[in-house]
């Protein structure tokens, strides 16, 4: 038995099935080489499940640099911590997980604490800052970012005294307050005498979300891209990283355990300005949350208000 078959509705049905398959493969070419969307930063956001592409055409644009086989070494400032698994999510924990980490919570004058700018003491403090150009590495791990000179040129005075520079930690967000404030982010300054490597001084610098920072922007382009590797910047003016002439001066203590006490702390008064989009490049390449809670100053804890000469 033959089937008759229409021509025009054969024909009808060949035409729609090449519009589909034309339709199907257009959409199919321009899904792959849409971009995709990713959720802009927060600073609530699990950067641990971020998206690999976010912020790709920021970080394609940084010049790429080679990543050293040097893994990031233990210094003098968290070697009672570095063989010991702590977090910053579960602070409390702290004095249970090693002995040598008591101080976190038995400890007096603890580090960081909110500055109340109304009640601090003008004093004279001698201090000055000698920071020189030169060679810096960079590392992070899942707790803290680090800079490093690679030299030992860069030093402050305090009370006649010559404290070496050994290294800068990044915190984000700040771990010291002004007012009960909190900023963005803030620079530690490690320093010890040279003649007494435990009389440690920690200078801070804190960093408020507002316009660009040249002297980030140079930090930005050679940010390590994996953990627990190093990279460097042949040529940077470390002192380009601290312009106030005001400070706060307080006893404290290490904000990482083993929260080592009688720890001298300055604080610098004026903020740093730091870009959201300086920020946001930060935080996709180390965890943001790496700071202390505030500690409640003891009433022996005075801080001094002291101005230096520029």
Same mark, same amino acid.
């Not at 995709?36 to 609530?44: A, I, L, R, S």
């Not at 004026?270 to 989009?277: Q, V």
């Given at each position: 038995?033959?089937?008759?078959?229409?021509?025009?509705?054969?024909?009808?049905?060949?035409?729609?099935?090449?519009?589909?398959?034309?339709?199907?493969?257009?959409?199919?070419?321009?899904?792959?080489? &849409?971009?995709?969307?990713?959720?802009?930063?927060?600073?609530?956001?699990?950067?641990t499940k971020i998206d690999p592409s976010y912020h790709e055409e920021v970080r394609a644009s940084l010049e790429k640099?080679?990543?050293?086989? =040097?893994?990031?070494?233990?210094?003098?400032?968290?070697?009672?911590?570095?063989?010991?698994?702590?977090?910053?999510?579960?602070?409390?924990?702290?004095?249970?997980?090693?002995?040598?980490?008591?101080? @976190?919570?038995?400890?007096?004058?603890?580090?960081?604490?909110?500055?109340?700018?109304?009640?601090?003491?003008?004093?004279?403090?001698?201090?000055?800052?000698?920071?020189?150009?030169?060679?810096?590495? #960079?590392?992070?791990?899942?707790?803290?970012?680090?800079?490093?000179?690679?030299?030992?040129?860069?030093?402050?005075?305090?009370?006649?005294?010559?404290?070496?520079? *050994?290294?800068?930690?990044?915190?984000?967000?700040?771990?010291? =307050?002004?007012?009960?404030?909190?900023?963005?982010?803030? #620079?530690?300054?490690?320093?010890? #005498?040279?003649?007494?490597?435990?009389?440690?001084?920690?200078?801070?610098?804190?960093? *408020?979300?507002?316009?660009?920072?040249?002297?980030?922007?140079?930090?930005?382009?050679?940010?390590?891209?994996?953990?627990?590797?190093?990279?460097?910047?042949?040529?940077?003016?470390?002192?380009?990283?601290?312009?106030?002439?005001?400070?706060?001066?307080?006893?404290?203590?290490? &904000?990482?355990?083993? @929260?080592?006490?009688?720890?001298?702390?300055?604080?610098?008064?004026?903020? *740093?300005?730091?870009?959201?989009?300086?920020?946001?490049?930060?935080?996709?390449?180390?965890?943001?949350?790496?700071?202390?809670? =505030?500690?409640?100053?003891?009433?022996?804890?005075?801080?001094?208000?002291?101005?230096?000469?520029?």
């Open positions: 038995m033959q089937v008759k078959i229409d021509t025009k509705i054969l024909a009808s049905l060949i035409s729609s099935i090449v519009v589909v398959i034309i339709f199907s493969t257009v959409y199919s070419i321009s899904n792959k080489t &849409s971009k995709k969307q990713v959720k802009p930063y927060t600073p609530d956001m699990d950067l640099k080679e990543i050293s086989t =040097t893994p990031l070494k233990k210094d003098s400032f968290n070697e009672g911590s570095f063989f010991v698994d702590w977090s910053y999510s579960n602070q409390k924990a702290w004095p249970t997980l090693d002995s040598t980490f008591l101080p @976190c919570k038995e400890g007096k004058d603890q580090s960081p604490i909110d500055i109340v700018k109304s009640k601090t003491i003008s004093s004279k403090l001698a201090f000055s800052i000698h920071y020189a150009k030169d060679r810096i590495y #960079l590392s992070s791990n899942n707790k803290e970012f680090k800079i490093r000179p690679e030299k030992a040129t860069s030093y402050v005075m305090f009370q006649g005294k010559k404290y070496i520079l *050994e290294k800068i930690d990044v915190h984000a967000p700040s771990e010291h =307050t002004f007012d009960s404030l909190q900023y963005e982010m803030e #620079l530690e300054f490690f320093h010890t #005498l040279s003649s007494s490597p435990e009389d440690v001084l920690i200078v801070s610098v804190l960093y *408020e979300k507002s316009t660009p920072n040249p002297t980030v922007d140079l930090l930005l382009q050679v940010l390590p891209e994996k953990f627990n590797f190093e990279t460097k910047l042949d040529i940077f003016d470390i002192s380009s990283l601290i312009t106030s002439s005001s400070f706060y001066y307080y006893i404290g203590s290490l &904000s990482i355990p083993p @929260c080592t006490q009688n720890i001298k702390r300055i604080v610098a008064s004026k903020l *740093e300005p730091i870009s959201e989009k300086q920020l946001d490049i930060f935080h996709t390449r180390f965890a943001y949350g790496n700071a202390r809670d =505030t500690q409640k100053p003891t009433k022996q804890q005075d801080i001094l208000h002291f101005n230096i000469g520029k």
